[in-house]
């Protein structure tokens, strides 16, 4: 494919007049970009697949914010390491990178990793800067056609986990990503060592489906609705793979009540707690479990996430030291296409009545004359 084919042309509207701000009007919020009026002038970013020539910039481009947090903090990051893999198609590499450029620079960026078994988007990173014009618009030209990108792929949900403050929020929500949960996140550089308890195990291939019943019991049924997961999600990693699961369950009665996930990269791990809404008590014999476990691996920061509809399990982090770095939404965004109905219109209609055909009646079933000479 042409490069060109590769490369749209984004030219911001009237509607982005918060490109050239006055400041004399007060319109803005604090710290907002502005442009004084006698620099007003038309921005034409363009917006495609990173080229070769993007790359040296890209490895010094500022502005770039990580979401999918934690997960995104246990693995390095280099927006050049990226775009030379995607542009050179390596073999391992799922990741779409987009490049927003000016006819100078590039000056924005957005990272998308499909997931499997179903193909979903992820949004990595992303950010732009652009000197004293307004970023946020460069941001929804990227996330516009990373959007696009994603349903000529035939993908039909793209997630973001995007902490509060973050500047690519107001850029998510204005290209139409909606908030169905919020998360809190936590981090401490170790947990104190515990035993195991007695009745909590390691997870086995067997317990994938009742994992994902207590998921379909513990989580509010909308959340359930936007992350769509089936039970390919609990799945142990294959060998070999980039990163090492542990799971550990509370099994009572053949069912799953409990469990903990545990994420292991070589920078640092991340935890992840279910329990049923009735048997709360499990949830410190299930980080006594996590601290078991991590006490035979190499140091290394801990990370543990807990959903806003899962106080409990926040609060139980909070008891046993780790400290609360920052809180997210969790958000999503359907790619959809317009659908054309069929418009009926009401014809009147004439029907000829005539009068009605004589019935006929079978020569079998007429009552034969009577012959009198019959004797």
Known sequence: MKERDDRRLRTPSSSDDRMTQDPAIGQGGPGSPVVFPSERRSLQVEVGLPTLRDLPDLYRLPGIEL???PDSLLAPFSPFRTALRARLRWPRSRRRVLV???PDRPVGYALFQPQRPDGRWRLEAIGAAIGIYDSVPVIEELLRE?????????VKRLYARVPHGAFAANGLRTVGFSPYATEYV??????????MPRHVRSQQPADTWAIHQLYSAAVPRQVQYAEAFTSHRWDMPVAGSSVTVDGLVVEEGHHIVGMARIVSRSSG????????????????????????????????????????YHQEIASAFVDRGLIALHEQDLMIKYTT???????????????EVREGVPHRVPTFLQPRPQDDTVT
């Open 67 to 69: 979401l999918n947090q």
């Open 100 to 102: 927003a450029r000016t």
């Open 146 to 154: 990373g959007i696009t990108l994603a349903g000529l792929n035939g």
């Open 186 to 195: 936590f981090v401490a550089d170790g947990i104190s060592p515990r035993r």
């Open 269 to 308: 791990y991340c935890v992840e707690l279910i329990t049923l809404p009735e048997r709360r008590e499990l949830i410190h014999d299930l980080i006594d479990g996590v601290a078991a476990v991590l006490s035979g691996r190499p140091a290394g920061r801990i990370y543990a996430t807990a959903r806003g």
């Open 337 to 351: 296409a317009n659908v054309r109905l069929p418009v009926f219109e009401v014809a009147p209609a004439f029907v």
